[in-house]
């Protein structure tokens, strides 16, 4: 068996987002919930703004 018929281990994981992209999706979000008239939409806003705010 040669190495080149050996299943590949996966390479390093990189993160996608940077704490800055976070901290402009929070932003986006809350200037988004402010036009926000629909309180189901309102309440998936709110649970995603807080979300991002854990990694940031």
């Given at each position: 068996m040669t190495t080149d018929s050996?299943?590949?281990e996966p390479g390093?994981?990189?993160a996608?987002?940077?704490t800055a992209?976070?901290?402009l999706l929070r932003a986006a979000l809350a200037s988004h919930a402010?036009?926000?008239e629909d309180r189901d939409e309102l309440a998936r806003?709110?649970?995603l703004h807080h979300?991002?705010?854990t990694y940031s």
């Open positions: 050996l299943p590949r390093r994981a990189r996608l987002f940077s992209d976070f901290k402010r036009t926000v806003i709110n649970a979300r991002l705010g």
